[in-house]
Structures are given as structure tokens and as C-alpha cells.
């Protein structure tokens, strides 16, 4: 049976952002494209994706953190090398409407930080930050931050529960009102209106209040990332959209329901969360040269798709028989699994939804992502189909190649899905909030 269809209009259109990954979501991104296999350091390379993105009136620009090197190994560049507040805070110059995401993790960074940071890139961007929210699953990571092994994946919730707790006080520290300005009576703030938060609790003790006040959208925009019992607690409580892995539509519009429904439980509006699926386009003119693309990008990938799907699933490589179906029992009994819950879930339904081998699956299986391999309207018929049916609020593109990829997708997607009614031709507001269209702030209680 397939998902009820939604009655959507222009006015409240699909959400689309794009991440910058490298160059290249593909693993054989660098090998594949033109220009130097190091652009990802270069800050222009950051600028003509950003420009182009804010061209094709997409709503935010994501990038993603990564804090050792065990993922990529030296094989590729580095899917999150660079810090992205840094990135994103060159490019709050050269954009004027995309939303800026950044991915920081609440395991290896302290809650004051967090929130001064982002409130930084929010004054500086004008309203236009957002904060994605993870906890960090590559076991690595810890020995970077001088911990003995990475904390289990439970206790790494608990903690960013509480950190964005902390997070949201210190945003509300200072009230809407509380800047003044006055120069004849030299008050420059009122301090009634500026509060410690004394905060005490079981991860975090911060006084506060914050060194900035209040941003104009009231707090940058939050996202979440995780798919497990307490990643989905910690989004319908505290996320303003939750990136997600989905492989097949039937699983997007049960999660996007199972979200809406937390969010209500937390008093909450259910549409008040946007539901954003990873889509990982590869695309031609004709759909024998997005295959093609498709096939020369894996051959140029060689074993790192094996490789990065065992570390995903928490298996070792020799595990997956290319011609055999995905070891599922195997991957189940693992009784220490703590990396991504998310991602090893929409491997294992897709596997067994459709029965693949882990040659399929790894054909299919886009980092992770969904892919839609083919022409500017195949491509487009996926977007709207998933998002007509309430599958979906939008995607995040995972751009296969950087920037042509993303070239392509502005140029030829973006004109398809707006003759066909389901996206905007313009931004809407003057803040990140208000384009994903989200209720304001509301100012806090004292």
C-alpha cells in the first residue's frame, strides 16, 4: 500500500540542502573529476558551490565534521576535513540567503563552545546558522581528545541531551530586548535582561550566561543525525530537522511518521520537524550516460565502498562475499556494535527488502544514501514522488562529484521540479528559520 499523498503547494515547498563531501560524495569522486585532487582545502572551490547552490535557491549548504582519519584512510580526501564553522564562516560573505549548516559533535566538544560558536557564525551570517548535531561514532575520534575508547553509544545520548540542553539555555540567555544601545545614557545593555543559567547536572556544570545575545532567527536552527531509539528521543525534542538515512520510500515515510508522533508526545507541533533524507543524484543526459557515470565512478572506487560498508556495519571485509547475500545475522549478533545505528539499519532493510547480494547492495547503496541514477527527470520523478507522498519534507543532496555535479542538478533538476510545481522559485523570509519555513523563537520566560 503505498503512503497517502499530501496536499503541498509552492508556499511550503520541499526542503532541499546539498552537502560539500570531500569533492565528491563518491568515493572515486577525486579520481573521476577535473581540476586538482586537493580542492577540497581551497577556499574557492567552497565558493563556487555555494554560490551555486544559492543560485538554484536551495535552502542551506551542509557540511560534515571529521575528527581522525580511520574513515577515508589515506585513500581519498577527507569527507569533513576542514572545520566547517571555519568554512562557513568565509562563506556567510559570498551568500546572502542559504542557510549555513555545520556538523559538530557533543561527545568531543564542551556545550559553551558549541553555542558560542554557532552564535557567532548566526550574528555573522544574519541569521542564517545551523547546527548539526552528532555524537560521533568512529572509535578513533577518542584517542584524538586523550579518551581511552570511545563512550558507549547510550551514554554519548545522554550527554548531548543535556549538552543541547545547555546549548538552548545559553541561546535564551539574553532576552530579545536586551541590547540598548543608548549612547546619551551610556547603557549599552540592560541587565535585567541578561541571565546566568546555573546549570548543574550530570555531564555539565555552566554558569553562563553567554558573551553574545540573541541572533535575529533567535537561535540558529538545529539538526540531528541519528536514527536510533535516542537519536530519534533527541531529535523530536530538540531538532529542527533531523538528516536521515533512508533507502527506500516505504522506510522514509515510517520514519518521518515515528518522528512527527515523538514530537507531539514532547508538545510539539508534528510538522515543526523536517524530515531530510540523504539522495545521492548521479546524473545524464540520457540514462545510459548516468550509468555510465555511475559504473566509471565505482571502477575508479575499487575495494573503498567494501571497505567503508564493513566498517558501517561492524563486520570485517572478509565477511561480505560479493555475490552473496549481506551476512544479516552476522551483522545482528554483534553484541559490541557502537557506530551508527542509522546507517547499519538502511543497509540491512534494504538488503532484505529486496533481496541483494552485497554486490547490489554496494551498487545501490550511495555511502550509505539512496541514489537516483539517471537523466535531470528520473531524478526529479524520485524527488517528487517521495515528496507528494508524505515520505518525505526534502532531501540532502549527496552530490556525487563536486561542484559539476551540483552544476548539473541546479541547471537541470531544479527548473523540472519547479514546472512541476513542488519547488520554490525564490527564498521565503530573511532568516535560515524562516525559509524552512519554522515558527519563530518564542522569547523565554524569566
Excluded: C
Excluded at 129 to 151: E, R, Y
Aim: hydrophobic share 45%; net charge negative; no cysteine.
Amino acid at each position: 500500500m503505498s503512503a497517502p499523498r499530501e496536499d503541498r503547494t509552492p508556499a511550503d515547498s520541499l526542503v532541499l540542502m546539498t552537502t560539500a563531501m570531500g569533492v565528491g560524495m563518491h568515493l572515486g569522486a577525486w579520481r573521476y573529476r577535473q581540476g586538482s585532487a586537493f580542492d577540497y582545502l581551497d577556499l574557492d572551490f567552497y565558493r563556487r558551490i555555494a554560490t551555486t547552490a544559492e543560485r538554484g535557491v536551495l535552502h542551506g549548504l551542509f557540511l560534515a565534521d571529521t575528527l581522525a582519519l580511520s574513515e577515508e584512510n589515506l585513500e581519498r580526501p577527507n569527507l569533513g576535513a576542514l572545520d566547517p564553522i571555519v568554512v562557513l564562516s568565509a562563506l556567510a560573505s559570498v551568500t546572502e540567503r542559504l542557510g549555513l549548516v555545520a556538523t559538530s559533535s557533543t561527545t568531543f566538544n564542551e556545550p559553551f563552545n558549541l553555542a558560542r560558536r554557532f552564535s557567532a557564525l548566526d550574528h555573522l551570517s544574519r541569521g542564517r546558522a545551523g547546527f548539526n548535531v552528532v555524537t560521533t561514532f568512529v572509535p578513533d575520534v577518542a584517542a584524538n581528545f586523550g579518551a581511552s575508547g570511545l563512550p558507549r553509544h547510550d551514554d554519548r545520548y545522554a550527554r548531548a541531551e543535556e549538552a543541547m540542553d545547555v546549548i538552548t539555555a545559553l541561546w535564551e540567555s539574553w532576552d530579545e530586548d536586551a541590547l540598548v544601545g543608548d549612547k546619551n545614557s551610556g547603557v549599552f545593555a540592560a541587565r535585567d535582561r541578561v541571565r546566568p543559567i546555573d546549570h548543574v547536572g550530570e555531564h555539565f556544570s555552566v554558569r553562563g550566561p553567554l558573551t553574545l545575545p540573541r541572533t535575529r532567527q533567535g537561535r540558529p536552527v538545529v539538526f540531528q543525525a541519528g536514527a536510533s531509539e535516542a537519536g530519534r528521543r533527541l531529535a523530536a525534542r530538540t531538532a529542527d530537522a533531523v538528516f536521515t538515512v533512508q533507502n527506500t520510500r516505504s522506510a522514509a515515510a515510517a520514519f518521518r511518521a515515528d518522528i512527527r508522533d515523538r514530537a507531539a508526545a514532547f508538545g510539539r507541533h508534528p510538522a515543526s520537524v523536517k524530515v531530510l533524507p540523504g539522495l545521492v543524484p548521479i546524473l545524464g543526459r540520457t540514462r545510459d550516460e548516468a550509468l555510465d557515470r555511475k559504473v566509471a565512478l565505482d571502477e575508479l572506487a575499487a575495494d573503498a565502498e567494501l571497505r567503508k560498508l564493513a566498517l558501517r556495519v561492524g563486520v570485517p571485509a572478509d565477511a561480505l562475499a560479493l555475490d552473496e547475500p549481506l551476512p544479516v545475522d552476522l551483522i545482528r549478533a554483534n553484541p559490541s556494535f557502537n557506530a551508527s545505528h542509522g546507517f547499519r539499519d538502511a543497509v540491512i532493510r534494504l538488503a532484505v527488502e529486496e533481496n541483494l547480494t552485497v554486490r547490489e547492495v554496494l551498487y545501490r547503496n550511495g555511502g550509505g544514501h539512496a541514489q537516483a541514477v539517471g537523466t535531470p527527470d528520473d531524478v526529479a520523478d524520485l524527488i517528487e514522488d517521495w515528496y507528494r507522498a508524505g515520505a518525505v519534507d526534502g532531501f540532502n543532496l549527496m552530490i556525487d562529484v563536486l561542484p559539476d555535479g551540483l552544476e548539473d542538478f541546479v541547471d537541470h533538476v531544479i527548473p523540472r521540479l519547479q514546472e512541476r510545481g513542488v519547488f520554490r522559485t525564490e527564498y521565503q523570509g530573511s532568516t535560515f528559520r524562516e525559509d524552512l519555513g519554522l515558527a519563530g523563537v518564542p522569547q523565554p520566560t524569566a
